[in-house]
């Protein structure tokens, strides 16, 4: 079922719409995918911050535990999905039990096109160049790694 999505949230569903709201209500018509026309322009799948839908293997699953979970999308791991859920708490969730992901809206624009965020990963890895200089200078020697 295709959602249509307007600048505002009167598409998403009522578990999305607080969310939204709390991200500062972004117009979504600026943010939708594309998937037809020249290459350049194309822009999909899934972004950090995205309002999404997990679909579980319901067979890892107690019997009364529903198999979707709701939220935005914090991150990734390499063996796990990070997302604030539906009702505001933190949950990684395995890979391997993953069986769809579906998007409801995005809320950030293209990584490439995210100022943001493109801002926010040049601070980090000055910072993170900043912390291996002072660890090399804090370092003893080869031996100050081994334990014991």
């Not at 995918?33 to 972004?47: A, M, N, V, W």
């Amino acid at each position: 079922m295709e959602r249509e999505l307007g600048e505002g949230a009167d598409g998403l569903p009522e578990w999305a719409k607080k969310m939204y709201e709390d991200y500062g209500s972004p117009n979504l018509i600026e943010l939708k995918d594309r998937f037809h026309g020249p290459l350049i322009e194309r822009k999909s799948g899934i972004r950090r911050d995205d309002i999404i839908e997990i679909l579980l293997d319901s067979r890892l699953l107690p019997e009364d535990r529903n198999p979707v979970v709701r939220g935005m999308l914090i991150g990734f791991t390499r063996n796990s999905v990070e997302i604030l859920d539906e009702f505001g708490d933190f949950r990684a969730i395995a890979r391997d039990v993953i069986v769809e992901v579906r998007l409801i809206t995005h809320l950030r624009h293209p990584y490439i096109e995210d100022k943001e965020l493109l801002k926010f990963e040049k601070e980090d890895m000055r910072r993170r160049s900043e912390m291996h200089e002072k660890a090399e200078k804090n370092d003893d020697g080869y031996e100050s790694n081994l334990w014991g």
